[in-house]
């Protein structure tokens, strides 16, 4: 079964935002953007879609926001999230910054981590997440 929230941004592809295996909720790479717009939260573009400047933080919370959109729109929550997978686009800047926000959301559910970084995202983002949360059937 699969699920798209109305308030997360729209995919970028041709993919839901999460799809329900089991007892098991797999959901699509998550990234800060806005639905209904364009608009990434705390980046700055110049005319070619380049990024001139983003701020990390701002990003950060709009992830977390989105992920919690689309759990919330699959019959899910915040603390039935069991493993989360963030790919960072500038490791050596960004990760104090997202680690100490995401000890805010997360110090209730611990759910496993992993941290990557990676040379580019499909949209001019320096965060994702790609999660996996639990689900009743």
Same mark, same amino acid.
């Given at each position: 079964?699969?699920?798209?929230?109305?308030?997360?941004?729209?995919?970028? /592809?041709? @993919?839901?935002?999460?799809?329900?295996?089991?007892?098991?909720?797999?959901?699509?790479?998550?990234?800060?953007?806005?639905? +209904?717009?364009?608009?990434?939260? +705390?980046?700055?573009?110049?005319?070619?879609?380049?990024?001139?400047?983003?701020?990390?933080?701002?990003?950060?919370?709009?992830?977390?926001?989105?992920?919690r959109?689309?759990?919330?729109?699959?019959?899910? /929550?915040?603390?039935?999230?069991?493993?989360?997978?963030?790919?960072?686009?500038?490791m050596?800047?960004?990760?104090?910054?997202?680690n100490?926000? @995401?000890?805010?959301?997360?110090?209730?559910?611990?759910?496993?981590?992993?941290?990557?970084?990676?040379?580019?995202?499909?949209?001019?983002?320096?965060?994702?997440?790609?999660?996996?949360?639990?689900?009743?059937?």
């Amino acid at each position: 079964m699969k699920f798209d929230s109305d308030k997360a941004p729209e995919p970028v /592809g041709l @993919y839901p935002h999460a799809r329900k295996v089991g007892n098991l909720l797999f959901l699509s790479g998550v990234g800060p953007r806005e639905r +209904g717009t364009k608009k990434i939260p +705390g980046v700055e573009l110049d005319e070619n879609g380049e990024i001139i400047s983003y701020d990390i933080a701002e990003q950060c919370h709009s992830v977390f926001k989105n992920v919690r959109l689309i759990l919330e729109a699959s019959g899910a /929550g915040w603390d039935d999230l069991v493993d989360v997978t963030v790919f960072l686009t500038n490791m050596k800047d960004d990760f104090k910054i997202y680690n100490k926000i @995401y000890a805010e959301y997360f110090k209730d559910n611990q759910p496993c981590r992993t941290t990557v970084e990676i040379s580019s995202l499909p949209t001019p983002i320096a965060i994702e997440l790609k999660c996996i949360a639990t689900i009743k059937e």
